[in-house]
């Protein structure tokens, strides 16, 4: 047994790891890898190995960076099946359809420039003709339900607590006998929704994520004081909220936190929107999925029968275009929940645009931010950006929210390994899911906890899993 790491090492995107087992190959995630435009357009469109050679699809959650790639895989000759959780699989067809559209409009805008340069026009990644493919292969999965992947090797979804539907996974190998723990993105223990990680037994091997290896969080009480002061501090200045969100899990997280404020009459009457249809087709599916959440969540919504996590006074979910382009018309406070999350497309950019140059705008960052991303840029003080083309001065506020994060952080982090650790027999562990710097100095921090040898492989790297 063996792991190719193709994807998501030293970097934050792109999860993809390649499981080979025997004669057969399993891939844990396909994701889409998110930066540098160039460097996105050739690392998404060259698969590193012939798409047909693929047996199985396992995939931990439906963020982009771990699903937004699949359609590729099926559209160059994958003919197996995708293994998901439930809700996995109905936010990733929502947000997978959706990826195909936003980069069929992007292209338009893109390609009549590059016909203007007499440059060649690029082609969409993928279609939505490959997103139909891609989900009719899933095949949904339990928490705690093993199925096997292929012959001989067994996997079993754990709940990871970093969104609806995400899943740790554990995968055995029958003939050498050795198991390999995948953490998928680990979440919180202290999540207002969702549950708290759960243990993965029996592992001898483990990739983990790594995200914020060098970062504590505050604690998620400090989430709602701290939106409560800022909401208080813009009201005053009568100005604007803007908040870069992923449309699944932050958008909801940030949703619920604010309804909680507004129950508490915490919240000053700004117009609150999210606006993206993704979201709202998200939202839907949260509300129809109880089995992703903690019992003191749904113990919540049981206690007061009309009572909606997701929804208040004064909260709009925005679907259409022409409704979200006539927001950017309004003068008066507005909190603007939309994606993506790292300022990398979609219709947040068209209200970023619209008030970045106003020192009364604050825009907020629930999450994490990759290289090379206008979301960092931003978050790291550039004076100006570009935004569709056109420069822009940076006189917007900043603030930082990672409370609202969905990932674990440092203490969080070696809390999931040593209970990984003593629930099986770890030889080795692999970092993912993050940038050098945070994984070395989360490697330090498991060799001061006694914690098993860490690797932190480069994209292309191996580990050998010897019985
Ligand atoms: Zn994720
Ligand atoms: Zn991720």
Same mark, same amino acid.
């Not at 690392?43 to 995939?59: E, G, H, M, T, Y």
């Not at 929704?193 to 505050?218: F, K, S």
């Not at 940030?254 to 404020?261: A, C, I, R």
């Given at each position: 047994?063996?792991?190719?790491? *193709?994807?998501?090492?030293?970097?934050?995107?792109? $999860?993809?790891? #390649?499981?080979?087992?025997?004669?057969?190959?399993?891939?844990? /995630?396909?994701? *889409?890898?998110?930066?540098?435009?160039?460097?996105?357009?050739?690392?998404?469109?060259?698969?590193?190995?012939?798409?047909?050679?693929? /047996?199985?699809?396992?995939?931990?959650?439906?963020?982009?960076?771990?699903?937004?790639?699949?359609?590729?895989?099926?559209?160059?000759? +994958?003919?197996?099946?995708?293994?998901?959780?439930?809700?996995?699989?109905?936010?990733?067809?929502?947000?997978?359809?959706? !990826?195909?559209?936003?980069?069929?409009?992007?292209?338009?805008?893109?390609?009549?420039?590059?016909?203007?340069?007499?440059?060649?026009? &690029?082609?969409?990644?993928?279609?939505?003709?490959?997103?139909?493919?891609?989900?009719?292969? &899933?095949?949904?999965?339990?928490?705690?339900?093993?199925?096997?992947?292929?012959?001989?090797?067994?996997?079993?979804?754990?709940?990871?607590?970093?969104?609806?539907?995400?899943?740790?996974?554990?995968?055995?190998?029958?003939?050498?006998?050795?198991?390999?723990? +995948?953490?998928? /993105?680990?979440?919180?223990?202290?999540?207002?929704?969702?549950?708290? =990680?759960?243990?993965?037994?029996?592992?001898?091997?483990?990739?983990?994520?790594?995200?914020?290896?060098?970062?504590?969080?505050?604690?998620?009480?400090?989430?709602?004081?701290?939106?409560?002061?800022?909401?208080?501090?813009?009201?005053?200045?009568?100005?604007?909220?803007?908040?870069?969100?992923?449309?699944?899990?932050?958008?909801?997280?940030?949703?619920?936190?604010?309804?909680?404020?507004?129950?508490?009459?915490?919240?000053?009457?700004?117009?609150?929107?999210?606006?993206?249809?993704?979201?709202?087709?998200?939202?839907?599916? %949260?509300?129809?999925?109880?089995?992703?959440?903690?019992?003191?969540?749904?113990?919540?919504?049981?206690?007061?029968?009309?009572?909606?996590?997701?929804?208040?006074?004064? #909260?709009?979910?925005?679907?259409?275009?022409?409704?979200?382009?006539?927001?950017?018309?309004?003068?008066? =406070? *507005?909190? @603007?929940?939309?994606? $993506?999350?790292?300022?990398?497309?979609?219709?947040?950019?068209?209200?970023?645009?619209?008030?970045?140059? /106003?020192?009364? !705008?604050?825009?907020?960052?629930?999450?994490?931010?990759?290289?090379?991303?206008?979301?960092?840029?931003?978050?790291?003080?550039?004076? &100006?950006?570009? @935004?569709?083309?056109?420069?822009? =001065?940076? %006189?917007?506020?900043?603030?930082?929210?990672?409370?609202? $994060?969905?990932?674990?952080?440092?203490?969080?982090?070696?809390?999931?390994?040593?209970?990984?650790?003593?629930?099986?027999?770890?030889?080795?562990?692999? &970092?993912?899911?993050?940038?050098?710097?945070?994984?070395? !100095?989360?490697?330090?921090?498991?060799?001061?906890?006694?914690?098993?040898?860490?690797?932190?492989?480069?994209?292309?790297?191996?580990?050998?899993?010897?019985?």
């Amino acid at each position: 047994m063996q792991v190719k790491f *193709l994807g998501a090492a030293q970097r934050v995107t792109g $999860s993809m790891h #390649l499981v080979q087992c025997g004669r057969f190959r399993v891939l844990l /995630d396909c994701g *889409l890898f998110q930066g540098k435009r160039s460097e996105a357009y050739d690392i998404n469109r060259k698969l590193p190995f012939p798409a047909a050679q693929i /047996d199985a699809v396992i995939l931990s959650h439906a963020h982009i960076d771990h699903s937004g790639n699949l359609p590729s895989l099926v559209r160059q000759g +994958f003919r197996g099946k995708i293994y998901a959780t439930s809700a996995t699989r109905e936010l990733s067809s929502t947000l997978l359809f959706d !990826t195909a559209r936003l980069q069929e409009n992007d292209l338009k805008y893109v390609n009549k420039r590059r016909r203007q340069n007499q440059e060649p026009e &690029f082609n969409p990644l993928y279609r939505e003709e490959d997103v139909v493919k891609t989900i009719r292969a &899933f095949r949904v999965r339990d928490y705690e339900e093993p199925f096997e992947v292929v012959p001989g090797v067994t996997a079993t979804f754990f709940n990871s607590g970093h969104m609806l539907g995400a899943a740790s996974v554990q995968l055995s190998c029958a003939e050498t006998k050795q198991t390999l723990v +995948f953490s998928g /993105d680990i979440g919180r223990y202290q999540d207002p929704m969702l549950c708290a =990680p759960q243990v993965v037994p029996g592992a001898n091997y483990v990739i983990m994520e790594a995200t914020y290896g060098d970062r504590l969080h505050q604690d998620d009480v400090d989430a709602e004081q701290q939106l409560h002061e800022l909401c208080q501090n813009v009201w005053k200045k009568r100005g604007s909220i803007l908040i870069p969100a992923f449309s699944i899990g932050r958008t909801q997280h940030l949703v619920y936190l604010l309804n909680t404020l507004a129950e508490n009459d915490r919240l000053p009457p700004f117009k609150v929107f999210v606006d993206s249809p993704m979201a709202v087709d998200a939202t839907e599916v %949260y509300r129809s999925h109880v089995e992703c959440f903690n019992e003191e969540f749904i113990q919540s919504i049981l206690k007061e029968e009309d009572r909606d996590p997701l929804g208040f006074r004064n #909260l709009y979910y925005v679907r259409s275009s022409e409704h979200s382009k006539a927001i950017n018309q309004m003068n008066e =406070p *507005l909190i @603007i929940i939309s994606a $993506s999350g790292m300022l990398e497309g979609g219709r947040i950019l068209h209200h970023l645009k619209q008030r970045i140059d /106003d020192p009364k !705008t604050t825009v907020v960052f629930a999450g994490y931010q990759a290289e090379n991303t206008l979301g960092r840029r931003i978050l790291e003080g550039a004076e &100006f950006v570009k @935004i569709f083309g056109v420069e822009y =001065p940076v %006189y917007c506020q900043t603030m930082r929210l990672d409370s609202v $994060s969905g990932h674990a952080d440092q203490s969080e982090l070696i809390r999931w390994a040593k209970a990984v650790q003593e629930a099986g027999s770890i030889k080795q562990i692999a &970092f993912t899911h993050c940038e050098l710097e945070p994984a070395q !100095t989360l490697k330090q921090e498991f060799e001061r906890n006694g914690l098993p040898p860490v690797l932190i492989p480069a994209r292309g790297d191996y580990m050998n899993m010897e019985s």
